[in-house]
């Protein structure tokens, strides 16, 4: 069974930065996508970044153009971890932040919601 486990939400002010992890466990990642999604207050959920990797240890990584320059993602392979560098807060980013992982699907696929696991979310709120 995949768990993914993620921490480092939280209340900050709009200009400051925060970074989020997320812990996967359960099975083999020796290839695969990881990413992020979040889903504001009265709003649909919605992609904000992915990193893609393969065996032969190629990354690929992807963003929503909402928070191009501002939000990095990375990972951490021995600890199956990955983490997203969120900088320069507006309050338009305040929303849960979900986790997720997959296998199958591709990459355009992944950035719709199309995700073999999600993770239970961790709240960041950036006050106006």
């Known amino acids: 069974q995949v768990q993914l486990v993620e921490s480092g939400g939280g209340l900050v002010q709009a200009g400051d930065s925060l970074r989020l992890s997320c812990v996967a466990s359960?099975?083999?990642?020796?290839?695969?996508?990881m990413g992020w999604f979040r889903q504001a207050p009265g709003k649909e959920r919605e992609f904000v970044a992915a990193i893609r990797w393969n065996i032969w240890s190629s990354t690929y990584i992807y963003y929503a153009d909402s928070v191009k320059g501002r939000f990095t993602i990375s990972r951490d392979n021995a600890k199956n971890t990955v983490y997203l560098q969120m900088n320069s807060l507006k309050p338009e980013d305040t929303a849960a932040y979900y986790c997720?992982?997959?296998?199958?699907?591709?990459?355009?696929?992944?950035?719709?919601?199309?995700?073999?696991?999600w993770g239970k979310g961790t709240l960041v709120t950036v006050p106006s």
């Open positions: 359960g099975r083999p990642f020796s290839s695969g996508i």
């Open positions: 997720a992982v997959d296998w199958v699907h591709t990459v355009d696929t992944f950035r719709n919601g199309g995700v073999d696991y």
